[in-house]
């Protein structure tokens, strides 16, 4: 008996000294490189956002982070690579949160869910969708542009970032408000789509106004209205698709960090408190905001709450509208 009772506190001494090692070790992370995920391509306005939050990261870190983009499926492909990536750290997920809340909505069987596979760290941030089209299309506003996608009779083709992403829904939503119909060429982010929609290939796009703002201030797109409940700083004179006629069409379109369950709450803790530093910056927030991008800090606990939040809002949505995945 008292050879039992040894053996067992014994186990309990290795158990808890295993513990306390893990602990140590976690508190003295990061020790090597960061590979953080991305679910778009580069030049979209989830790579220009996690590259911005990234490089001060990697400063206050002491450690590099390496932005590795996985674009494809609405998202979901970079998303399952983050999901299965070891929980130590090491690996961390740089969200278009309501993207990919209506991605998990429209597949049947999403191969990685936010809620299920990940733990969130913090919010980060919010960027503004607009409606885009290319200069030669005669409308210069919104009543113009519905009345010129009716007299096309379905004969025009019109982008989004990808299956179920936000540009898909939105556009989706739109044509059935307008009660027209077309063809959706989905690509695989905006840095694919905007070129075919500035050689004309393509009439109209929902996209961000951080990845469209170049091409709108040389002249190569021209925007129509904000897919938001306020107009964007950077465009004044365009007005929210609400302003213009079209109540109840605005998106909180929702940034934030992910990391895989079973990653240490020494590391997320550690995490959270350095976004938060960096999203609170005012140097930082400046030159976000000439970006287009709005820089929101949410804890943890918060992101949580919101991540639920998104995942009820756009599976109703999708259900409501009926729409499918192409």
Not at 29 to 56: E, L, M
Not at 182 to 189: A, L, R
Request: aromatic fraction near 8%; avoid cysteine.
């Amino acid at each position: 008996m008292r050879y039992f009772k040894s053996l067992i506190l014994g186990s309990l001494g290795l158990l808890t000294f295993s513990n306390l090692a893990l602990a140590a070790s976690d508190t003295d992370w990061p020790k090597k490189p960061i590979v953080a995920i991305v679910s778009f391509p580069a030049g979209g306005s989830t790579d220009i956002f996690a590259r911005s939050v990234t490089a001060p990261l990697a400063e206050a870190l002491g450690q590099s982070i390496v932005v590795e983009n996985k674009p494809g499926a609405g998202g979901m492909i970079g998303l399952q690579a983050a999901a299965k990536a070891a929980p130590d750290g090491y690996t961390i997920n740089i969200s278009a949160l309501t993207n990919q809340s209506i991605s998990s909505a429209l597949f049947k069987n999403p191969p990685a869910d936010l809620q299920k596979d990940f733990v969130p760290v913090a919010l980060i941030g919010t960027i503004p969708h607009l409606i885009v089209v290319n200069p030669s299309v005669p409308a210069k506003n919104l009543p113009e542009l519905i009345a010129f996608i009716k007299s096309k009779k379905g004969d025009f083709n019109y982008a989004s970032q990808g299956n179920g992403s936000l540009s898909h829904l939105e556009s989706t939503l739109f044509m059935q408000r307008i009660g027209a119909t077309g063809t959706h060429i989905p690509y695989k982010g905006s840095s694919f789509a905007l070129p075919d929609l500035i050689a004309g290939n393509t009439l109209m796009m929902f996209d961000s106004v951080t990845a469209s703002l170049p091409h709108i201030q040389s002249g190569k797109l021209r925007p129509i209205a904000i897919a938001a409940a306020e107009r964007s700083p950077l465009l004044p004179n365009v007005p929210t698709l609400g302003q213009d006629g079209m109540k109840q069409f605005d998106v909180e379109n929702f940034y934030a960090v992910y990391v895989p369950k079973g990653t240490s709450p020494v590391i997320i803790a550690k995490l959270e408190k350095e976004i938060r530093k960096i999203l609170t910056n005012p140097d930082f927030k400046a030159r976000m905001a000439a970006q287009g991008i709005h820089p929101q800090f949410a804890n943890s606990e918060k992101l949580s709450e919101i991540t639920a939040s998104e995942a009820s809002k756009w599976d109703k949505a999708v259900k409501s509208a009926n729409v499918k995945v192409d």
